[in-house]
């Protein structure tokens, strides 16, 4: 995926970088300065977007959410679901074992835990052949279990996750970060580390090298 000069309603200077297959990315920052619109752009949902925004011939992006707005998967178990997509049932049942989903197979969607539900998410989009992960805050409102579920969940999965977050235990795990800051700068933070000390200190993050140059 490649950026080029991208902005977004102008709510940061425009800026260009580079995400791999594979990569974990954090979009950190204070609230209001644009990460969540920055992901939805990537989605294809922003029609303030400036810039290029280009995918891979193979690319396929995917949004995560909470699984709140799931009405069609409720009164059906985790395997009707999964097999919805796989058709056989011992892939599916592979499928949802993969994911510390199998003994779950037989439950309904509506009695999972807030863990579970992420979970069985994730591998529906999976299943669905996205292999870019976007994910606005996706562990707010999850108690620490529910929280180490959906973590156990991405380790699992093969493609490309970028994540707006601001729980430092969750994108601990992440392999790089791009900070927004309040006055619409745009950083590239090789590390975890480095990301936490921008975020309690932004007046040092010009001392940070840049992914790529902003321009005013």
């Not at 644009?34 to 280009?54: E, P």
């Not at 998410?121 to 299943?127: A, F, G, P, R, V």
């Amino acid at each position: 995926m490649k950026l080029e000069e991208v902005t977004v309603d102008d709510l940061f200077f425009p800026f260009s970088d580079e995400v791999h297959f594979g990569e974990r990315v954090g979009l950190i920052g204070p609230n209001g300065t644009g990460k969540t619109h920055l992901l939805n752009a990537l989605n294809g949902h922003s029609s303030g977007l400036v810039g290029t925004i280009t995918f891979g011939p193979r690319t396929s992006v995917g949004m995560f959410t909470q699984v709140n707005d799931r009405p069609e998967f409720a009164g059906r178990t985790c395997i009707d679901i999964v097999r919805d997509k796989l058709i056989d049932e011992e892939r599916s049942m592979r499928a949802l074992a993969r994911y510390g989903l199998r003994n779950q197979a037989r439950q309904e969607f509506q009695t999972l835990s807030g863990g579970q539900k992420a979970r069985l998410e994730i591998l529906t989009l999976e299943l669905d052949g996205h292999n870019v992960l976007l994910l606005d805050e996706p562990t707010d409102n999850l108690d620490i279990e529910s929280s180490e579920a959906l973590e156990t969940a991405l380790d699992g999965f093969e493609g490309t996750v970028i994540a707006v977050s601001h729980d430092r235990t969750f994108l601990a795990k992440f392999d790089r970060f791009i900070m927004v800051t309040d006055e619409g700068g745009v950083f590239g933070l090789p590390d975890f580390d480095v990301a936490m000390k921008g975020l309690a200190d932004p007046e040092k993050l010009p001392t940070v090298r840049l992914a790529k140059p902003l321009t005013s």
